[in-house]
């Protein structure tokens, strides 16, 4: 029986001016893909692949928030999410042929709660700020396979990214921005994905009378953002390790053509009649 319905409500109240407060509800559903179902091996290495599995079911998601907005600038909200047979990725180690398999399977269930707030704020009139902050509690809860083992990863998670921005304008319109982004361990799944960070930095500069501008960022500039995976259940522990190029440098050149204004000669004869007719 497919027949099934998926509430969602939405509810917003202006307070006063620049002032409002919501509360929502929802229900969705989230069909496993077909690489999660296709059971041909794929393998990355001689001695990993993954496999996937055609008995998978769709989850369920139910989520409650309440949020507060102030003059449309400065957020926060509060939720609570539960979801049932989460479809998740999980490891299984061999010793006997030293091969790593991956595949998916539903979890009994997920849930995590917490809040979220974000806003910006002009601080003087060459300092601009913005941040977005999202924390909350997480617990993953499933059956190891195999063995039957009851495995509960929950944990804390904070995820805290700001930007500044600087006008220097004693020095030719000189702007100059950072930004650092830093996310907490946290379990996705059968897995704990270790803390990661990412500070990077720009400068921008205008010439010759705003025609040419001229910027420059810097991405990750201390290569702190390294993607690693642990796993450690029914008797098994290995690790998976992650490094895209994520440093690089942008410089960028731009060159104005337009906003040039005609000058008219002195003296120009009008054609009036022209100028009537058009």
Known sequence: NYLRFFPSINLQNELKE??????????????????YLNTARVYSSPYSYFEGNPFLSP?????????????YTYYLAVFSELITDPIEEISIQNNETQEISYSAINLNNSFRTGLTTNGSAELNSWWSVYWDVTGYYQRFEFAAPFTGETVLNQGLFVNPFIWNGYRIGALGDLSLEWEFNYVSPVYQGAFLVKRRSEFSIGVKKKFLQDKLRVSLFIADLFDQNKFTLETEYAGQSHVFRENPENQYIRLNLVWSLGGQKVKKKSGEKINTGEKQRL
């Open 59 to 71: 989850s369920i998601s139910r989520r409650l928030e309440a949020n507060w907005l102030w003059k």
């Open 18 to 35: 620049n002032h409002s407060i919501g509360l929502s509800y929802s229900e969705r559903i989230n069909r496993p893909g077909y690489r």
